[in-house]
């Protein structure tokens, strides 16, 4: 699969979810393994991007041989929750646009900077199912069309041990802030 591949699945995982059980809701880490989808990747959470710059410390136990997929910082948009944006340009144009409002972005292991890459979903417009009761308080639920853009961290499977992950990002002129810092042990 593409990396855009990966970060749609990432979607669909979150929004697979409800909220009481979701990892970008959960604050200590007791939900990091809800429905995992795959035994190649393992997927992270951030927080749901807000004004506060207070992020969740999450412990969480992750599979050896896993590569870990998070993102940093993104944006998804759907007709469910924007029924103004009526055509799969409409939904690019949005995302893209929302990315490009990004201010600060940063992430560490073990206090160590590693490489962020801005990624578009692939394909650019995917099909998402959003359950009720959703972490982003979305009305309406059900099947929709979507487009994400962000910038992710994509880590080969680490050796087994302790590792202390802290990422952050903002966008609209630093309004809106994301990230988590996690205290990770591989298995």
């Given at each position: 699969m593409t990396y855009g591949q990966w970060t749609a699945n990432w979607?669909?995982?979150v929004f697979s979810l409800p909220a009481r059980v979701n990892p970008i809701t959960d604050k200590t880490g007791k939900y990091a393994d809800a429905n995992q989808p795959s035994d190649n990747v393992w997927f992270?959470?951030?927080k749901f991007a807000a004004e506060d710059k207070e992020f969740p410390k999450r412990k969480c136990r992750v599979p050896s041989k896993r590569s870990i997929l998070f993102p940093v910082i993104n944006c998804e948009a759907n007709q469910l929750e924007y029924p103004h944006l009526k055509t799969e340009r409409d939904l690019i144009n949005y995302v893209?646009?929302?990315e490009d409002s990004i201010v600060h972005k940063e992430c560490f292991i073990n206090?160590?900077?590693v490489p962020i890459t801005r990624v578009r979903s692939d394909p650019p417009v995917f099909p998402l199912t959003i359950v009720k009761d959703n972490f982003a308080g979305i009305k309406s639920s059900g099947s929709t069309m979507a487009a994400a853009d962000g910038y992710w961290v994509f880590l080969k499977p680490l050796p087994k041990g302790r590792y202390a992950i802290r990422f952050a990002g903002a966008c609209e002129a630093g309004r809106l802030n994301?990230?988590?810092?996690?205290?990770l042990e591989v298995e």
């Amino acid at each position: 699969m593409t990396y855009g591949q990966w970060t749609a699945n990432w979607w669909q995982w979150v929004f697979s979810l409800p909220a009481r059980v979701n990892p970008i809701t959960d604050k200590t880490g007791k939900y990091a393994d809800a429905n995992q989808p795959s035994d190649n990747v393992w997927f992270l959470a951030g927080k749901f991007a807000a004004e506060d710059k207070e992020f969740p410390k999450r412990k969480c136990r992750v599979p050896s041989k896993r590569s870990i997929l998070f993102p940093v910082i993104n944006c998804e948009a759907n007709q469910l929750e924007y029924p103004h944006l009526k055509t799969e340009r409409d939904l690019i144009n949005y995302v893209s646009n929302d990315e490009d409002s990004i201010v600060h972005k940063e992430c560490f292991i073990n206090g160590e900077a590693v490489p962020i890459t801005r990624v578009r979903s692939d394909p650019p417009v995917f099909p998402l199912t959003i359950v009720k009761d959703n972490f982003a308080g979305i009305k309406s639920s059900g099947s929709t069309m979507a487009a994400a853009d962000g910038y992710w961290v994509f880590l080969k499977p680490l050796p087994k041990g302790r590792y202390a992950i802290r990422f952050a990002g903002a966008c609209e002129a630093g309004r809106l802030n994301s990230g988590a810092d996690y205290d990770l042990e591989v298995e």
